[in-house]
């Protein structure tokens, strides 16, 4: 995928695996829509535009351009991090923010766990290699919905 196909997952929630698959088949909303709106989003942030002017240019709600700021800030963070640890150490922190943010719990504690996330992470790194196998081969389980315990 494309750095902006990888933002526009990102900013509009999908996961880097499912939003591949929607790629190759001619879907005009994942192979043009999308990374064109990342791709505005980039130049408004770049440029300094006004949240009217990104409203007009991703024809949304002016109410709508504070979320959509947001998710490509963190889409950032994610997709232009330094390695793909941290890559993946945003991400995490992100998706428990996101998850916990009712609770108001302190920044520490998301750091927290987020670590013990990134430890089962390269745990499973070590588990892969002894058996030459891939992450790969385990994408779709792992993103299948759990049942409550």
């Not at 939003?19 to 990342?38: D, Q, S």
């Not at 750091?111 to 790194?125: F, G, H, P, T, V």
């Amino acid at each position: 995928m494309t750095r902006y196909q990888l933002l526009a997952a990102e900013v509009f929630s999908y996961s880097f695996d499912n939003y591949a698959e929607h790629l190759g088949c001619g879907h005009v909303r994942f192979e043009k829509l999308m990374p064109e709106t990342a791709r505005d989003l980039e130049r408004a942030d770049r440029e300094g535009w006004s949240d009217e002017r990104i409203a007009k240019a991703l024809d949304i709600t002016l109410d709508q351009v504070p979320g959509f700021k947001k998710r490509y800030q963190d889409a950032l963070e994610i997709v232009d991090a330094p390695n793909l640890a941290e890559s993946f150490r945003a991400g995490v922190r992100q998706s428990l923010m996101t998850t916990l943010k009712h609770r108001n719990l302190p920044d520490a504690e998301i750091e927290q766990a987020a670590k013990q996330i990134c430890y089962r992470a390269a745990d499973l790194s070590y588990l892969l290699a002894t058996r030459a196998e891939t992450l790969a081969k385990y994408s779709k389980e792992l993103l299948r919905e759990q049942q409550p315990l």
